[in-house]
């Protein structure tokens, strides 16, 4: 795996977080908005790895992800994973990740560490 994104959907729009295994992370926004550099801050990089080990842990649950595949709803999250031998992904409902214990909870929270630490960077600069 060489990469996975996180992909928020939300009312006005989505939120991409997208960690790479070189430590390149970025948040984009569908209103254009967005931090990136966030692989030249260790911090952000230590996340990014952490999120790609929680993804790479839960890769077996993920289905096969088509070039066409839509940006998530609002109230729905979608992880990606970019493999050498293609694409996959995971779409579930915000809420019930939400949930102490839910399955893919860890999912979550790691994706959100990455945004946590991308601002606190950002806050900084």
């Known amino acids: 795996m060489w990469g996975a994104l996180m992909e928020i959907g939300m009312i006005e729009g989505t939120a991409t977080v997208v960690s790479l295994a070189d430590g390149t992370t970025s948040l984009y926004t569908s209103a254009g908005g967005g931090l990136v550099g966030g692989g030249a801050h260790r911090v952000v990089v230590a996340a990014t790895r952490h999120f790609l080990s929680v993804v790479g842990a839960h890769l077996d649950t993920f289905d096969e992800d088509s070039e066409r595949a839509p940006v998530p709803e609002s109230g729905r999250v979608t992880f990606r994973a970019l493999t050498y031998v293609g694409r996959r992904y995971l779409d ?34």
């Open 92 to 125: 579930l409902s915000e809420k019930d990740l939400c949930e102490p214990g839910h399955a893919f909870s860890a999912l979550y929270q790691a994706g959100h560490e990455v945004v946590a630490r991308l601002r606190l960077v950002n806050a900084r600069d």
